[in-house]
């Protein structure tokens, strides 16, 4: 059943590669604290569940993600975690009433795939210096306290090696396999990123916002990858207004 026209849908938060949902602490708080429910689901392989096997496919993570979303909620995807919302709002649209995409991917171009290829290629030669490559594009010149850091990397080295890298593959191709559905959902639809994001670049969000049938893009400045963890206040002010004016216009057409 969905939600009731005019009342507030559930928000569920689904995180990016290595990481789990603990990225989603500030956000989350923000939320709840302006009434929303929120979910904050694992995705496979990650936090409290089981490797995944080699050749997970982005079917396979959405699949598993599906039984955990609510019908009608606001699905933000961050990362990998925007492939998986983009392929439930396409292929269960029961469960999404509405699609945000936050420091997603889209359609990359060869150069983009080389680059992320060979990131996927430095993680499999070394797992912990691919770690720390991670945490400098995310955090460097941040005002993100150390602690932060701290478990941040303390998340990312905790994962199963090869459960790992099976996940960033799907990260690093599975952008080729949703792109041609991308036309296909029917759900509102809201693109951010941030302006110094410089593997989810602000041009893939405004391709991505051109893929999906009436979806928004957003810019955020001065932010870069790891945006609901550096600057949650600006991207929950950002959502809930999406969510506000959709929850608006839902109401106007009954």
């Known amino acids: 059943m969905s939600p009731a026209t005019g009342a507030r849908p559930p928000v569920?938060?689904?995180?990016?590669?290595?990481?789990?949902?603990?990225?989603?602490?500030?956000?989350?708080?923000?939320?709840?604290?302006?009434?929303?429910?929120?979910?904050?689901?694992?995705?496979?392989?990650?936090?409290?569940?089981?490797?995944?096997?080699?050749g997970t496919t982005l079917a396979d993570l959405a699949a598993a993600?599906?039984?955990?979303?609510?019908?009608?909620?606001?699905?933000?995807?961050?990362?990998?975690?925007?492939?998986?919302?983009?392929?439930?709002?396409r292929f269960r649209?029961?469960?999404?009433?509405?699609?945000?995409?936050?420091?997603?991917?889209?359609?990359?171009?060869?150069?983009?795939?080389?680059?992320?290829?060979?990131?996927?290629?430095a993680s499999e030669a070394d797992f912990a210096a691919g770690a720390e490559a991670s945490l400098r594009?995310?955090?460097?010149?941040?005002?993100?306290?150390?602690?932060?850091?701290?478990?941040?990397?303390?998340?990312?080295?905790a994962n199963d090696r090869e459960s790992f890298l099976a996940c960033y593959r799907v990260f690093a191709t599975a952008d080729a396999e949703i792109g041609p559905e991308l036309p296909r959902i029917d759900r509102p639809a809201l693109?951010?990123?941030?302006?110094?994001?410089?593997g989810s670049t602000p041009e893939m969000t405004h391709r991505l916002a051109g893929a999906i049938p009436g979806c928004e893009a957003v810019v955020v400045p001065g932010a870069r990858h790891?945006?609901?963890?550096?600057d949650p206040e600006p991207f929950v002010s950002i959502l809930t207004t999406f969510v506000r004016k959709r929850s608006h216009v839902a109401a106007s057409a009954n």
């Not at 590669?17 to 929120?38: H, I, Q, T």
């Not at 039984?67 to 919302?85: I, N, T």
């Not at 693109?191 to 410089?198: I, R, S």
């Not at 790891?226 to 550096?230: A, I, N, Q, R, Y």
């Open 226 to 230: 790891m945006l609901p963890v550096t």
């Open 191 to 198: 693109a951010v990123t941030g302006e110094l994001d410089g």
């Open 93 to 121: 649209p029961d469960l999404v009433g509405a699609l945000v995409s936050l420091n997603s991917v889209c359609r990359r171009t060869p150069e983009e795939r080389a680059a992320v290829l060979g990131r996927l290629a």
């Open 12 to 54: 569920v938060l689904l995180h990016g590669v290595g990481l789990d949902a603990s990225m989603w602490g500030p956000v989350r708080a923000l939320l709840v604290a302006d009434g929303f429910e929120v979910l904050t689901p694992d995705l496979p392989g990650h936090g409290s569940n089981p490797p995944v096997a080699a």
């Open 137 to 157: 594009r995310w955090f460097e010149g941040t005002a993100v306290p150390a602690a932060v850091v701290a478990r941040t990397r303390e998340v990312l080295l």
């Open 65 to 89: 993600v599906a039984g955990q979303v609510p019908a009608g909620a606001v699905v933000v995807g961050f990362s990998l975690g925007a492939l998986v919302a983009q392929h439930l709002a």
